[in-house]
């Protein structure tokens, strides 16, 4: 069974102020003026290594644990999956 | 009348919990690790403060998964009174048994200082000797203490007369300055300031009285004299 790398990406819902995004780039981009950066959104980003028959079922079975095991807060954040390949 | 603190791996407030529920109000206190069984006969279960699991993944997530979590929420669904402090609210959050979220605080600080809270609900098992807005000295200590709930969680908590503190003072950008909610049964209490750091004048350089006053409601509550 090929083992596949699932990136989970955990980030804050845009209504939620995140002060870490804000410092970034108020406090470093654009203080060297770099006014085309806009925005910045800090999240946190797990790396899973599954063994799995496919892709789908890899992102699936991830998806499910971080439901199960609350990995996200749904009431704050929204999470999503990018594979790298087997 | 026996109240347990629960030990998770990486609290650090239990010993003073302990210390206060035992050498200063004299209720039996008992220390429970989180992967015992819950003893049965307790009254009121406190899950104290501190870095379970060393707040990985967010704080209070991975405790929230503890075996005693699910007899925590048995004894909540009878109506047991349960206090969460800091850590403990955290967990409580995370666990399900409360609404929100609490996420870093908008300085994102680790704040440690003095500050007040304001009553807002007397009518739950920790608040019932206190008066309605009466100001209580105590102190903070927190990474991620910032209380957050969606509109309509907001308005939720303000219908059901959820909202248990707000702080005095604007500090770590809470949702309506929230620092202590309860859940819609009025049973089970988070709140992220120190009433074990606060109830003791030795400790507290203003007034410990209304801190200790917390800990005289569970005795009420529990039908014990103060």
């Given at each position: 069974m090929p083992s596949f790398k699932v990136?989970?990406?955990?980030?804050?819902?845009?209504?939620?102020?995140?002060?870490?995004?804000?410092t970034i780039l108020n406090d470093l981009i654009l203080k060297d003026k770099k006014t085309s950066i806009k925005k910045v959104r800090s999240a946190k980003m797990l790396r899973f290594v599954i063994d799995a028959k496919n892709k789908e079922s890899a992102e699936k079975t991830v998806l499910t644990i971080c439901n199960q095991f609350r990995i996200f807060n749904p009431l704050v954040s929204k999470v999503s999956v990018e594979t790298l390949g087997a | 009348m026996k109240v347990a603190v629960i030990v998770f791996p990486g609290s650090n407030c239990d010993r003073d919990m302990h210390h206060v529920l035992t050498d200063v109000f004299h209720l039996k206190s008992q220390l429970v690790w989180h992967t015992d069984e819950l003893p049965k006969n307790i009254d009121a279960i406190v899950l104290p403060g501190?870095?379970?699991?060393?707040?990985?993944?967010?704080?209070?997530?991975?405790?929230?998964?503890?075996?005693?979590?699910?007899?925590?929420?048995k004894m909540a669904e009878k109506g047991m009174p349960i206090l969460g402090v800091c850590n403990g609210f955290q967990i409580l959050v995370e666990?399900?048994?409360?609404?929100?979220?609490?996420?870093?605080?908008?300085?994102?600080?680790?704040?440690?200082?003095?500050?007040?809270?304001?009553v807002k609900n007397n009518k739950t098992p920790f608040t019932n000797k206190l008066k309605l807005d009466q100001r209580i000295p105590i102190a903070i200590a927190n990474g991620e203490g910032r209380y957050?709930?969606?509109?309509?969680?907001?308005?939720?908590?303000?219908?059901?007369?959820?909202?248990?503190?707000?702080?005095?003072?604007?500090?770590?950008?809470?949702?309506?300055?929230?620092?202590?909610?309860?859940?819609?049964?009025?049973?089970?209490?988070?709140?992220?300031?120190?009433?074990?750091?606060s109830a003791e004048q030795i400790i507290n350089p203003n007034n410990s009285k209304p801190a200790s006053l917390i800990f005289e409601s569970l005795l009420n509550t529990l039908g014990v004299t103060a």
């Open positions: 990136n989970v990406i955990i980030e804050n819902k845009p209504e939620i102020v995140d002060p870490e995004g804000d | 501190g870095f379970s699991y060393g707040d990985r993944l967010r704080a209070g997530v991975i405790a929230a998964h503890s075996p005693i979590i699910k007899d925590v929420k666990s399900g048994l409360l609404p929100g979220a609490l996420l870093k605080n908008t300085s994102l600080n680790f704040m440690c200082k003095w500050t007040e809270i304001i957050y709930a969606d509109d309509k969680t907001l308005a939720l908590l303000k219908k059901n007369n959820q909202i248990v503190f707000t702080y005095a003072e604007e500090v770590n950008g809470a949702s309506l300055g929230i620092a202590g909610i309860s859940n819609k049964a009025g049973n089970v209490v988070g709140m992220m300031p120190h009433p074990e750091r």
